[in-house]
């Protein structure tokens, strides 16, 4: 059959089991707009209150769900206000395709209104992306991209398409096609590997487990519980990974690097061999890389040949989806016991728990109660900052998918605009978002979204005035001048968001917080939630810049000297 480039477009996403687009519409993407209309019964589309939100939600989607998310924007401004969204998804693996329309052919390189080489701007930080200037090649284009954006190590995609390719006097000949599942990636895995794997595991007598995202986004959860049982070791994790591993489990240590628990960094520094699934070392993880795990050899698991030998050299590594590998490799491990080793680090734990203030209101207070009222089974989002490590270190998690964080961009004002995508993709979830007050300004017009579709998240706001985690550092490493993250001023976060259609509340006092919090999850409702904390409560414990991670430090050390 015919049809326009604006119908191909809303066909291939059909195809491809498309359900929600998040985007904002403009002149040169108005075509797919009218055609996205006639489809409001197929594909729901939601207007986000800026671009840069719309690539977030898109982002938090594709988290929650394991799908493709799919935002859209006009030419421009439209487009260049989803690059964050697409840098973020892009460092943390993320699988979205972004759908942008461009001025027409002819007017291309003619410094024409909104036109912009979106393209060629974002090429650093897609998994691929493309420009369409002819029809015919719309529909296959766009398969490529999904395709792209699934397959191996996952990441953002861009489409951008000119303005007469969308046009209905275009028509061209359309036939559907039966989209395949997506093999997983095998190709690099040997036999020979497998059992170079299976050796260094069985002559380890201290073997340690260090979990990344790549398990997450492989989806083997249930392997890697195989592989610890089989393997009989402790197990820590990076941001990326929480619920990869269960978060309750006795052998569970928590994080590795700057903020990592001390049971993780001593364990990883003191351990034989350090067995990495689906991690990149991030110099956040590694602190001093020539230090890390210096004792060990390391046993590298990805499926990304590039991340092999990056950032610290390995001593034998498999290559391939994680999830393949460790099935091939549980099938040839006998069960192993290393009991001393695991109660020592299992005794580090305990010896060195994460500590905060009892007597006042504090972040972790109302992250531990949240994780109680919630019985751990929320979708978490964050933003970036020391809420972010909190709400990693306090809540537990026993499921992936379930903690949404910009782990390698870092970027500020994500998780709003996550959290919404998160709660569209899981409706029956309870999703909440933990901002601190600057991060939530850097998007808090998302709430306008929540409310316009009557999204029910919870936003919580651990408002201390200032931006925490750079006054953090402010006060160990700069003499205390805190240049420029005092934040003190007039704006009145309750009533901003009771203006935008949200419930709201204040908390000033630990003794408010879980009546407030039973109050939000029985809602219904966007809810917001002002925390009054301290600004001068840390997260600890602590790595220095370019410490080695066993040189990790608490508030109680700092204190001795």
């Known amino acids: 059959m015919k049809l326009s480039g604006s119908q191909i477009v809303i066909e291939c996403l059909k195809e491809q089991g498309v359900d929600t687009v998040f985007g904002y519409p403009g002149g040169a993407i108005l075509n797919i707009y009218d055609e996205l209309y006639k489809h409001s019964d197929e594909i729901r589309h939601i207007l986000t209150s800026h671009e840069q939100g719309a690539s977030h939600a898109a982002d938090g989607y594709a988290r929650a769900t394991g799908k493709v998310g799919v935002c859209m924007a006009t030419s421009g401004p439209g487009a260049t206000n989803l690059v964050t969204g697409i840098a973020t998804a892009y460092m943390d693996s993320i699988p979205i395709v972004a759908i942008t329309a461009n001025v027409a052919r002819n007017l291309l390189g003619r410094d024409s209104f909104q036109e912009v080489d979106i393209a060629g701007i974002t090429m650093p930080i897609t998994k691929h ?26 990441g953002p995609v861009l489409v951008d398409i000119t303005k007469d390719v969308t046009a209905p006097t275009t028509a061209t000949e359309y036939e559907r096609v039966e989209i395949q599942p997506i093999e997983r990636s095998i190709e690099h895995i040997t036999e020979e590997d497998l059992e170079k794997a299976v050796e260094m595991i069985n002559k380890s ?240 017009n998302e709430i306008a979204t929540a409310t316009r579709y009557n999204i029910p998240i919870i936003e919580i706001v651990l408002n201390n005035q200032v931006l925490g985690m750079v006054r953090q550092w402010q006060t160990l490493f700069y003499g205390k001048r805190y240049s420029h993250t005092t934040l003190t001023d007039k704006v009145d976060f309750v009533k901003l968001a009771e203006a935008m259609g949200a419930k709201a509340y204040r908390i000033t006092k630990l003794e408010e917080v879980e009546e407030v919090l039973k109050l939000a999850l029985t809602a219904n409702e966007p809810v917001l939630i002002d925390c009054m904390i301290d600004n001068d409560e840390k997260v600890w414990p602590m790595v220095a810049p370019g410490a080695a991670i066993d040189e990790v430090f608490s508030e109680e050390d700092l204190e001795k000297k």
């Open 205 to 444: 007598k201290k073997p340690f487990v260090f979990i990344g995202g790549g398990a997450v986004i492989s989806d083997a959860y249930n392997e890697v519980k195989e592989f610890v049982d089989k393997v009989d070791a402790p197990v820590a994790d990076t941001l990326m990974a929480k619920g990869a591993f269960d978060g309750t489990d006795i052998r569970y240590t928590g994080m590795v690097g700057m903020h990592g628990s001390k049971a993780s960094n001593l364990g990883i520094t003191q351990c034989d061999l350090l067995i990495t699934i689906g991690a990149r070392f991030s110099d956040r993880v590694t602190g001093n890389a020539d230090k890390f795990a210096r004792k060990a050899k390391i046993l590298q698991i990805d499926v990304d040949p590039a991340e092999i030998n990056k950032n610290v050299i390995t001593n034998h590594s498999v290559i391939g989806d994680i999830k393949e590998v460790l099935l091939r490799l549980n099938k040839k491990l006998e069960q192993l016991e290393h009991k001393e080793w695991v109660n020592h680090i299992i005794e580090l734990n305990n010896k060195f728990p994460n500590k905060y203030r009892k007597d006042i209101l504090t972040g972790p207070y109302i992250i531990e109660k949240l994780y109680e009222l919630t019985v751990g089974k929320a979708i978490i989002a964050t933003e970036v900052g020391q809420h972010q490590m909190w709400a990693s270190q306090y809540y537990k998690y026993t499921s992936p998918r379930t903690f949404l964080t910009s782990g390698g961009s870092g970027t500020m004002g994500y998780g709003l605009g996550a959290a919404i995508g998160a709660k569209v993709g899981m409706p029956d979830a309870t999703v909440i978002n933990i901002a601190g007050d600057g991060c939530f300004r850097m998007n808090m």
């Open 129 to 154: 992306n493309f420009i369409v200037k002819d029809v015919t090649k719309l529909a296959d284009t766009l398969r490529r991209a999904f395709k792209i954006a699934k397959s191996g190590r996952p």
